[in-house]
């Protein structure tokens, strides 16, 4: 069964740091999810950049929704991240899109891009989907 | 230049990030970095459990430590994490450690652990050495 | 410029490497690349599965011609690998796909399959496209 | 059980990809294992450097190695590896050393240095432990 974006969305209120942080679920597609944030003070490092946890969290979250498009509950076991370009105000986008799904592994990338549009980090992430 | 423990304790206090989660610098040492985290409900994810960015936030804290030890700046260009045992309450503990350093870049690992002791993400890091 | 296939098909066959192995390029389309491998003795490692680096050899062959459809040498700077089940006869086939691309950096992923259509590794790959 | 260096080295003469690509294992230690390949044609990839493939096959050994002197079968399940330098000629050098070490996860690190002593590249390894 899958999920429709109402119950998704809903679901997904219910991601504590998403909330703490102020991550924005935007759009629930089957062919890509996206969440925003926009950057406060608290998301910063102690060089004063957008901390590398800010942007894993974004992407996680819109990786974690992507993931659960397919009706299961999914769990990351893996991630790799490369950090582009560092950001330091305005608005971060992550936009998931789903690479490969079998009946135990799903594999999605979310690309996180800041006001201008680069790209500032490319994460990978592998979920196994639970029965 | 190395720099000694209290002014990177000092430095670090500057991470706004990890001042909003509530992670703890515990100790600097030349062989490892120990952090801390007490859980709170806003480190959790939608399904109860902390989030994969809570984490992912409090390794890197560390990581940026470690990193930081040598007295130049860094910069995190690829993380590669794997998430074994999901945690939901107690305090979370994450020891960094240096596996390689040459002038151009720097290699850590930070392992996270439960309040059992029980190993639950392990977090591969490469920085960056800044002139 | 874009290369058409033949180009890339002739250029290919200088990977040493592929070529010593048996790796064999089947498809180069915009949208996909498809490489194959018929396990030999001399692909497997010491408990008599396909080595690592025999699957990791042919998913980078398949990754760096699906990064050269652009047209611009590009030059590995870290992969991600994740082995999801152990081969040790048959045909492997590795599907690459170029999963965002910008004027710096490509990503790409590529699945490897075995002869029965299951998924043994996934390869996620990202090259810094030189000028 | 432990092994001993000569129940390992013997073990490991019947890695088959090794043996095709000539690398040898040179020191089997418990801080440390270290293996070299003196790089031929066979070994480079279309533009003439060290396939990354030929790394790939050299890290992951020196880590197979590494892993079986717990005396328990182990199988990597994730590896993430960047690549710093291309290198074209001379001999490659890998040391592996055990990170982190609990009942079922190994966490290994190999770095692969050229002729020069640089850094080519890091490869940082996981595997499950076999019962």
Redesign the interface.
């Given at each position: 069964m899958l999920l429709d974006e109402n119950e998704i969305k809903k679901?997904?209120k219910?991601?504590?740091?998403?909330?703490?942080?102020g991550i924005e679920l935007v759009d629930v597609l089957d062919d890509g999810v996206i969440a925003k944030l926009d950057i406060q003070?608290?998301?910063?490092?102690?060089?004063g950049t957008v901390?590398?946890?800010?942007i894993?969290?974004?992407a996680?979250?819109t990786f974690?929704v992507a993931a659960s498009i397919q009706g299961k509950?999914s769990?990351?076991?893996?991630?790799?991240?490369?950090?582009?370009k560092?950001a330091t105000n305005g608005t971060l986008t992550a936009r998931a899109?789903k690479?490969?799904l079998?009946p135990?592994?799903g594999?999605y990338?979310v690309?996180v891009y800041d006001n201008k549009g680069?790209?500032i980090a490319?994460f990978?992430g592998?979920a196994y989907i639970k029965k």
């Open positions: 679901f997904f219910q991601d504590k740091l998403a909330k703490y942080l003070d608290e998301h910063l490092n102690s060089i901390h590398g946890g800010t894993f969290t974004l996680d979250f974690a509950i769990v990351a076991f893996n991630v790799n991240i490369s950090f582009m560092a899109k690479i490969s079998n135990k592994i594999s990338t690309n680069d790209i490319i990978q592998m």
